[in-house]
């Protein structure tokens, strides 16, 4: 198979997102990308007696964002090639493709969730905008809207930015919020009534500390995740008394989640260790766990749909993302019924893709890193670094149609979770901070590089490196820092050049996330912000540079890309560049992501002398 036929057949393998089961446990809804010429959303009713349905079907990304109480219609999100504005509209499940507008399109501000009350009339959710004065403001407020009458009521004014998504109450009485006023660091939560009264504070363990809280089905309680210096606690926070109990306080476990679903007595709580998720199911009177087993792949329980029986997502990188049935007390894949069909949409089997390989190696100061390594037939051609973005997440074994063209065309592959992912614990976090970005991190990825050369595993020479927003920020540092001996080519793809510049373009609510990470704003510490921005050293780029940007990009705007072009020019360093009109941050478009993967093919390939 040629490597366009199998980037074909790869392309029809969908991405999965935001999967979510309706209030009555009849149906499960989730977005698809690469289904269609944008991410469109689907359903499929969990007894499995029809195949998905086609929610929407639209030339721009439509993403889920909540069932409505009713578990009749869904509320989803539409933006305009990536911008990230969001317009917000009702789709019903007996009226699939229809959209019902509930927002206008393309509005002069960011909205944050968006949640139908019970009475059908309401619609709350976050925008950071003063709708009485009619301009966007730089906090999230949250909004009560009359979709009848029009009227928007503030229920609530944070007073800086952040990332704020309300969460309403399941009875409709009050929504739950988080705040970050206190410090760039932190995450506090608060609780409003619907009419907007009795705004207040209800979870705060310090400056900066963070607190996560969701409501559980009985709108009474509501489920706490509180952060401490080596763990995530968890606990219950009583709506009458406004006490928390607390149930898991535990430094050897690291919890990245944990819900209570519809329909369940349980408390389903995430667990990551080492990147791979285990899950258990919690009594929330007495903290007693059930452990779900080991699986060969990832296993991710959703929601209880009746008679011991739950929904849930399974993955792998030779597994795509699939939506399950499966019989709680024996969740082997034989029990598994697919619900989303995936691999009925493809000609493509397991045997066809490559197997994720755990594998670790020591940084410069000792500390051990982890990351997915992926192994071609034959001889390989070169190495290519993929680093994931964030940098507050984590790489899974899980599919990514661009590390598995590489693999298929020759290419070894490593994916690193350097120091400030995600899936490792709170103290491997929390390290990237020491320094800030562009420190230890970085050096992190150079390790594994140098691991793989050590071991025979890479050639100097024929490495390249890649990556999307904070990995395109790496594969930045990485071409500015390493010597063309060592690395031969960079692919950054939305990523940061100057971080000042970015700073002051970005998203209002992501600034706060740049100052925790940087450790002040760049008129607070202007040296750091310099000195880790690569558009100061690209005099020093030896290999072959090729920079991609999505034109509407929100988060990592194009004027990093026109600064850097502009120091590019005066170094006199060679450079190409790709541009996509009608992507954001990210290119996610089925067209634009086969062009460019081809691109990137051809590039590393003719870095590396093939």
């Not at 003063?130 to 928007?152: K, M, N, Q, V």
């Not at 940084?363 to 973005?389: E, K, M």
């Not at 420190?439 to 594994?448: C, V």
């Not at 793989?452 to 390249?464: E, R, S, T």
Request: glycine share 10%; aromatic share 10%.
């Amino acid at each position: 198979m040629t490597p366009e036929q199998y980037l074909d057949a790869l392309m029809s393998l969908p991405g999965m997102a935001h999967p979510q089961a309706s209030r009555d446990g009849r149906w499960v809804a989730w977005t698809w990308f690469r289904a269609g010429p944008a991410a469109n959303v689907y359903a499929a009713p969990t007894d499995g007696s029809v195949p998905p349905i086609q929610l929407t079907d639209t030339d721009e990304n439509t993403f889920l964002l909540s069932w409505a109480p009713g578990s009749q219609s869904v509320v989803v999100a539409q933006d305009t090639g990536g911008d990230e504005r969001y317009q917000l509209s009702r789709v019903d499940l007996d009226d699939p493709l229809r959209m019902h507008p509930l927002t206008k399109p393309a509005p002069g501000y960011f909205m944050r969730g968006g949640e139908l009350h019970r009475n059908g009339r309401w619609l709350v959710y976050g925008a950071n905008c003063d709708f009485a004065a009619g301009a966007e403001i730089e906090p999230t407020w949250i909004y009560r809207h009359d979709l009848e009458s029009g009227e928007r009521l503030p229920l609530a004014r944070p007073l800086k930015g952040a990332y704020i998504q309300p969460q309403l109450s399941p009875p409709g009485t009050h929504v739950l919020y988080p705040r970050a006023d206190l410090h760039p660091a932190d995450h506090q939560v608060w609780l409003v009534d619907i009419d907007g009264e009795n705004d207040h504070e209800i979870l705060n363990y310090g400056d900066q500390v963070k607190v996560f809280a969701s409501w559980f089905p009985d709108g009474k309680r509501v489920l706490v995740l509180a952060e401490r210096e080596t763990h995530r606690r968890l606990g219950v926070w009583d709506l009458e008394t406004e006490t928390v109990r607390w149930l898991l306080d535990d430094p050897a476990r690291n919890v990245e989640d944990a819900v209570v679903p519809y329909g369940s007595d349980r408390i389903v709580v995430y667990e990551v260790q080492d990147a791979r998720p285990r899950c258990s199911l919690m009594d929330p009177e007495t903290g007693l766990e059930t452990w779900l087993p080991e699986l060969d792949g990832n296993l991710l329980p959703i929601a209880p749909i009746g008679d011991g029986t739950w929904v849930g997502q399974i993955y792998s990188s030779r597994q795509p993302a699939d939506l399950v049935r499966f019989p709680i007390g024996d969740p082997r894949p034989e029990a598994m019924a697919s619900l989303s069909r995936v691999w009925e949409r493809t000609t493509l089997r397991a045997t066809d893709l490559s197997q994720a390989e755990d594998y670790r190696w020591a940084s410069v100061d000792g500390t051990p890193v982890q990351g997915w390594l992926y192994r071609p037939q034959g001889t390989p051609v070169g190495t290519i670094v993929y680093v994931h973005g964030g940098p507050t997440g984590h790489s899974e074994d899980a599919i990514n149609a661009q590390i598995q063209l590489y693999v298929h065309s020759g290419f070894t592959v490593l994916d690193a979770n350097y120091r400030g992912s995600t899936g490792f614990g709170m103290a491997y976090r929390e390290a990237i901070k020491v320094d800030g970005w562009g420190g230890l991190e970085q050096e992190d990825i150079r390790a594994g590089i140098q691991s793989l050369i050590d071991a025979g595993i890479a050639q100097p020479g024929k490495v390249g490196i890649t990556g999307t927003s904070y990995g395109g920020y790496s594969a930045w540092c990485a071409v500015t820092r390493y010597p063309v001996e060592t690395l031969a080519a960079a692919a950054p793809v939305c990523g940061m050049t100057d971080l000042v510049v970015d700073y002051y373009s970005t998203r209002p609510d992501l600034r706060p996330y740049d100052e925790e990470m940087m450790g002040g704003s760049p008129d607070q510490v202007p040296g750091k912000y310099r000195e880790r921005s690569p558009i100061h050293f690209v005099g020093n780029v030896r290999g072959r540079l090729l920079i991609v940007q999505g034109a509407r990009d929100p988060n990592v705007t194009p004027e990093n890309v026109r600064v850097v072009r502009q120091a590019l020019d005066q170094a006199g360093v060679p450079y190409e560049v790709l541009t996509f009109d009608d992507e954001g941050h990210g290119i996610s478009r089925p067209s634009n992501q086969r062009v460019l993967y081809l691109r990137l093919l051809r590039f590393f390939s003719d870095a590396f002398g093939g």
